[in-house]
């Protein structure tokens, strides 16, 4: 660019590189060689870009309008997901996020990867990686763009499927799995005629995957969808439920589905800190790492999923806590299955896993 300022003019940078090059090399500079070799070059760049990584500065802004405007993809790479998956940048945020790469064997399956394939149309690699994610969401909620490569591999596993004799999709929820087949659809119609018949005006529950399905799902008009976790923080606040000061150390895990996946960070923690005090694991929120026993992954084996709990474990463990409290009955079962009472390496001072209801209980004035 500097050398051409001498053609086109140049701007507030390359006119003084430009003057610099005249007052190094002199005036004979063979600026039109330059100008056409660095055409050349530039028109070699645009040609080979549909094919490199570099794609992504032309599709990033068609993807993000399309994401926007809130069109997703059905197929991993028809349609909307061309762009999608032409707007990754491989700029490798995926590869630190995923838990599954506390096993450095398992970064072929990050998400990076299975995009790369996915524009290769590498078939096998592709349904290998597809089947082995955990469907956490970290990925997803990390990327600068907002990649959603989950719903990218829940569309491929659809797309292996697509043989039988319906419309095999999955439901929005990460880790639910649940196909949309005829069976699906008489289940969910049935609760939810069973749900507003009931008279009901709020619905509460304990599953974030439950809790995200039915508040996504279902059409559930005049009831109102809640966690546990914003029931139990609406009754505290309005009095109802009257909760005591303690002074044990308490961490909160959170579920991958009920925050990355609904958004569900504040009030957890707004009610553990008036039972306790509550410390802050090394990484969470949107960071916050998966308990390994998701129902997400199709292939996933024992000792890889071991890994991650020990991983995330010790992510929680990061200021000392005396109790690990998480609002997700998986979570709960995986974490009390991997601490074994032990986690502080103390068998006389145990680290204790509860379940935020639990917790609260524990901590409630009698009335």
């Known amino acids: 660019e500097s050398f051409t300022a001498d053609l086109s003019g140049g701007s507030f940078l390359t006119v003084p590189v430009n003057h610099l090059w005249h007052w190094i ?3 004979k500079l063979f600026f039109m060689p330059v100008w056409w070799a660095y055409s050349i070059c530039l028109g070699l760049f645009f040609a080979a870009m549909p094919f490199s990584r570099y794609m992504h500065i032309l599709t990033e802004v068609l993807w993000i309008l399309l994401r926007n405007a809130g069109i997703q993809p059905r197929h991993p790479r028809k349609g909307v997901a061309e762009a999608e998956i032409y707007a ?3 700029c490798g945020l995926c590869l630190d996020a995923c838990p599954m790469n506390v096993r450095k064997k398992n970064l072929k399956y990050s998400s990076v990867y299975f995009i790369r394939f996915l524009r290769r149309h590498n078939e096998k690699k592709i349904n ?10 970290k990925c997803h ?6 990649v959603d490569a989950p719903a990218l591999r829940r569309a491929q596993r659809a797309t292996v499927n697509n043989s039988l004799p319906y419309d095999y999709s999955y439901l929005k929820a990460a880790g639910a799995g649940m196909a949309r087949t005829e069976a699906a659809y008489e289940t969910i119609t049935a609760n939810r005629r069973m749900i507003l018949g009931s008279g009901c005006r709020t619905l ?10 039915f508040k996504d799902e279902y059409a559930l008009d005049g009831v109102e969808v809640l966690h ?20 044990e150390r308490i961490v909160y895990h959170d579920p991958c589905e009920l925050g990355r996946g609904c958004g569900v960070y504040k009030e957890p923690r707004e009610v ?13 929120g949107d960071e916050s790492v998966c ?3 998701s129902l997400g992954s199709l292939t996933l084996d024992e000792r890889d999923r071991a890994k991650i709990t020990e991983s995330s474990v010790a992510n929680l463990m990061a200021n000392a806590p005396r109790t690990i409290v998480t609002a997700c009955p998986l979570c709960l079962k995986t974490f009390s299955e991997s601490v074994g009472g032990t986690a502080s390496g103390s068998v006389e001072d145990p680290v204790k896993v509860m379940d935020f209801a639990e917790m609260v209980a524990r901590n409630t004035e009698s009335s």
């Open 25 to 27: 090399f002199g005036d």
């Open 88 to 90: 990754c940048s491989s």
């Open 128 to 137: 290998a990686i597809a089947d082995k994610c955990l469907m956490c969401d």
């Open 141 to 146: 909620a990390l990327c600068p763009v907002g």
């Open 204 to 213: 509460v529950l304990s599953c974030p995957i439950c809790y995200k399905i």
């Open 228 to 247: 546990y976790t914003q029931f139990i923080k609406r009754l505290a606040d309005s009095g109802q439920l009257r909760l005591s000061a303690g002074d």
């Open 272 to 284: 553990l800190t008036q039972v306790g005090t509550l410390v802050k694991a090394a990484k969470e």
């Open 291 to 293: 308990c390994g026993g």
